[in-house]
Each structure stands twice: as C-alpha cells, then as structure tokens.
C-alpha cells in the first residue's frame, strides 16, 4: 500500500534517477486500487478546489486552454474544466500510465471507472441530476489529447502542445521527478512559461520543511516526494517565474482536516498546498 514518511534528503531513500523508475516500476493499476478504490475527502479537496475556481473566474467563458502537466493514468480532475474548455491537454511522462488514461478515453472495456469522482463533481458540487455525470465524462473525453511530457526536456512537452494555455493544473508530480528545490525552480519556470499572459498556474504541492522528503509506496515500489515550504514556494514563483506576490495565494491542506484520508496513508502524511498564482497580463 502507498504509505508517506517523512525523512531527509541525506536518507538512504532518496531516489537518484526518479523518471526512469517511474517510467519503469510505477504500476498505474495499483496506484488506481490503491487511492481510488473510494471516494473520500482527500479526492474531494482538489475537486473541490478546481470546482471553486473554475466557477469563480471563467463563468460564461467556452475557449479555455487547459493543461494537466502529469495526469497519471487518472482522468478525473478536468470534470470542473469541461464546461469552460476548448481544449484539454493530458500530459504525462510515463508510456504505462498513458495507455490507461487512454483506455478510458477510449471507453475500453477494460478500462478504469472514475465514475464516483465525476458524480462527486456533477451531481454534489454543481446540484445537475443523475444524467449529466456520463455526458460530462463523454464531454472530458471529446475534449481531451493525450500527450508525451518531460520536464528535463528543454521543451518539456511533446510538440504541437506547447500552449500558450489559460490554465495549467499538476498534481504531486514534478515534486518526484525533481530531486532538489533548484531543479523544482526550473521545473515551475517551464510551465510558467507555457501561460498565457493573465494565464493561471495551479498546483497541489507536498509541503514540508525544506531539505525533506515524502517517502511513498505504491504497492513494494518505493517512490521519492519532495516537500516544497511555503517560503521556497514563494520564492520560486516570485524570483524565477516573475509572478507578483499579490497574484499567488497558498491555501494550506493539513492532515487533520482531512477528516476521510484513505487508511493507507494514516501512516503520515505531510501537509499539502495549493497554490493559485496568476501571471502578469502583460509579458
């Protein structure tokens, strides 16, 4: 099962090449057994989040550009984008997990059933009846491409998808691909990079205190979780991606207001972040 603890750096945990072992040992189906075999409240907080924000500033709005930056084989989260979008872009680094995002693109027999976090959406957060959740699912799925992304790249997502985009929106995925705060700068950099100017960055971030990490298991498979503080989120977002302090809010996640958090990560689990911030209008 997926357990996080909290060690340092200098642990012997620490991954040395994060993208080749997830790319080779991540296993997409117990990461989907393993945190999505119920819905709960640690699924509804970023649900919610996205719901909030979507409705709050795009409302009317039908051309926005979306990016999720490292979808994992889940396709869930754009159910609060699909009423505002043009186009949702899904990238993901690793070959396995896009061909389990694809089998639900797809609507393979096989494939994964996020129907609970769609309903979560439709029906609780949006008040729409019983008949909206399979056509908003149809509505993500006509929307949506599946693409190839990696941030060490230069260009850190497959051509053709380059944006710019309104929105971009990663999960808990560039913290185990990067190994240090400098190389998460540059990471943040390059999606900043991909907005529009007046575009938004979101982000669901382990936070933590700096020089730590999350140990995570998926499965046997040990992965590596950098915790970000708020204080080198700030200065990340600030120093080397030029937002304005007055156009980034960080919204803490703790543990204990997470009152249904899956058993498998009773363990420990470190506070998390989300983090809105907005580029300039103007470049």
Not at 101 to 107: I, M, Q, T
Not at 152 to 170: A, L, M, W
Request: glycine share 6%.
């Amino acid at each position: 099962q997926f357990h996080l603890q909290q060690q340092q750096m200098s642990s012997p945990a620490k991954v040395s090449s994060p993208q080749s072992d997830c790319n080779s040992e991540f296993d997409p189906w117990t990461y989907i057994e393993e945190y999505y075999g119920s819905l709960t409240s640690w699924h509804r907080s970023p649900l919610k989040h996205l719901h909030e924000f979507f409705t709050s500033h795009f409302n009317g709005r039908t051309d926005l550009k979306f990016l999720n930056f490292g979808c994992g084989p889940v396709v869930a989260f754009e159910a609060s984008v699909a009423p505002f979008a043009q186009q949702i872009v899904l990238a993901e680094y690793a070959e396995q997990n896009r061909t389990v995002a694809k089998l639900w693109l797809d609507r393979a027999t096989n494939g994964p059933d996020f129907t609970a976090l769609y309903k979560y959406v439709v029906q609780e957060l949006e008040g729409k009846g019983p008949e909206e959740v399979a056509k908003r699912q149809d509505d993500v799925r006509a929307l949506a491409t599946l693409c190839r992304c990696d941030i060490f790249q230069e260009t850190p997502i497959e051509k053709g998808h380059e944006g710019p985009y309104d929105v971009i929106y990663t999960a808990s995925t560039i913290e185990m691909a990067c190994t240090n705060p400098e190389e998460y700068g540059t990471a943040v950099s390059k999606l900043s990079a991909m907005l529009k100017p007046g575009g938004w960055l979101l982000m669901n971030v382990s936070m933590g205190e700096a020089g730590t990490v999350n140990v995570c298991h998926v499965g046997q498979t040990r992965f590596v979780e950098l915790n970000i503080s708020v204080e080198e989120m700030y200065a990340i977002l600030q120093q080397r991606c030029g937002f304005e302090r007055e156009n980034i809010t960080v919204i803490p996640q703790t543990a204990d207001k997470m009152d249904a958090i899956p058993i498998l990560l009773q363990e420990h689990i470190d506070e998390m972040m989300y983090v809105i911030a907005q580029r300039k209008q103007t470049a």
